[in-house]
Nanobody, 124 residues
Framework: QVQLVESGGGLVQAGGSLRLSCAAS????????MGWFRQAAGREPEFVAA????????YYADSVKGRFTISRDNAKNTAYLQMNSLKPDDTAVYYC?????????????????WGQGTQVTVSS
């Protein structure tokens, strides 16, 4: 069993930055594919970014490419999402997710473990 806890959300002005963290408990974190998703009020969950277990491969939604960076520190059992040049459209609850298998990285259906979410609000 893996537990994920996000932190780092908050209120920021447009153009600002935030770094989200996702701390994982349990073993074998380095074998888990990790992803970030977000859900704005009244909208479907949206893929944001994903990273392979080793960190060698990363994937991004077009809407965040060039602005967001996903990374991980396997020694600390933590994944990160650095968000720069934030826009009001980035406002959402952000969730980290993990899965031990290498399946589709962008579908929330392929992730087994989820955090509780952290709110990110970007003001204009």
């Amino acid at each position: 069993q893996v537990q994920l806890v996000e932190s780092g959300g908050g209120l920021v002005q447009a153009g600002g930055s935030l770094r989200l963290s996702c701390a994982a408990s349990g073993r074998a974190f380095s074998s888990y594919r990790m992803g970030w998703f977000r859900q704005a009020a009244g909208r479907e969950p949206e893929f944001v970014a994903a990273i392979s277990g080793s960190g060698a491969a990363t994937y991004y939604a077009d809407s965040v490419k060039g602005r967001f960076t996903i990374s991980r520190d396997n020694a600390k059992n933590t994944a990160y999402l650095q968000m720069n040049s934030l826009k009001p459209d980035d406002t959402a609850v952000y969730y980290c997710a993990g899965d031990p298998q290498s399946r589709s990285y962008s579908s929330p259906l392929t992730y087994t473990y989820w955090g509780q979410g952290t709110q990110v609000t970007v003001s204009s």
